[in-house]
């Protein structure tokens, strides 16, 4: 149980244009989805934490206009990349939590390769 | 703030041998650990968490780890390593809410 699917696994896009990438829960429903990014050979970064029918909360330095974030459901959450550039070229990671609170498990999705050219 | 160090970016060992992945984290209470593995192509999967109770935790694939809370250490062990064991190790911890600081990884090589 407790898997997580990302789509599209690749995506390469023109720079200006917008790019959805989907998580989803596949086998329970998610209160709390973050969506993270990971540079080459780097650690994993949060960008922001949604939960179901509010806000996404921002990290500090990550654009929200250029990253939406909706969590329309328990079991969907999308990051939609704005006018996207070379710099936001990158691999997005999304992970979904069953719960709220501290210390809960959080399951990974496979990643989103984001290839702005 | 919580932060997390993994002082090694690359460990190769030969199968069979033992293996132990050093994380190092800083939180002033006691913290939530976690380690999880990432392969090629795959999503991070967790390999076990630490939450209070008994120090010595086991995971899957038989692996386990060691909190100490006198060294802020949760080294990750296994005694022998099978070649499926190479991927990229990440700890992590988290705090008082539901966020998680993720270590730099550590990349394990296995050599026949």
């Known amino acids: 149980g407790a898997v997580v699917s990302q789509h599209p696994s690749r995506v390469i896009c023109k720079s200006g244009t917008s790019v959805k990438i989907e998580c989803r829960s596949l086998?329970?429903?998610?209160?709390?989805m973050f969506w993270y990014r990971q540079f080459p050979k780097q650690s994993l970064m949060l960008m922001a934490t949604?939960?179901?029918?509010?806000?996404?909360?921002?990290e500090q330095g990550v654009e929200k206009d250029k990253f939406l974030i909706n969590h329309a459901s328990l079991t969907l959450s999308t990051l939609t990349v704005t006018s996207a550039h070379p710099e936001d070229s990158s691999f997005y990671i999304c992970?979904?939590?069953?719960?709220?609170?501290?210390?809960?498990?959080?399951?990974f999705g496979p990643g989103t390769r984001l290839t702005v050219l | 703030a919580q932060s997390v160090t993994q002082p090694d970016i690359h460990i190769t060992v030969s199968e069979g041998a033992s293996l132990e992945l050093r994380c190092n984290y800083s939180?002033?209470?006691?913290?939530?650990l976690f380690w999880y593995v990432q392969s090629p192509g795959q999503g991070l999967q967790l390999l076990l968490k630490y939450f209070s109770g008994d120090t010595l935790v086991q995971g899957i694939k038989g692996f386990e780890a060691e909190f100490k809370r006198s060294q802020s250490s949760f080294n990750l062990r296994k005694p022998s390593v099978h070649w499926s064991d190479a991927a990229e190790y990440f700890c992590?911890?988290?705090?008082?809410?539901?966020?998680?600081?993720f270590g730099t990884g550590t990349r394990l090589q296995v050599f026949p």
């Open positions: 086998d329970f429903q998610a209160t709390t």
């Open positions: 939180y002033g209470a006691t913290p939530y």
């Open positions: 992970s979904a939590s069953r719960g709220r609170a501290a210390g809960d498990t959080q399951y």
């Open positions: 992590a911890v988290g705090g008082n809410t539901d966020k998680l600081i």
């Open positions: 949604s939960n179901e029918g509010s806000k996404a909360t921002y």
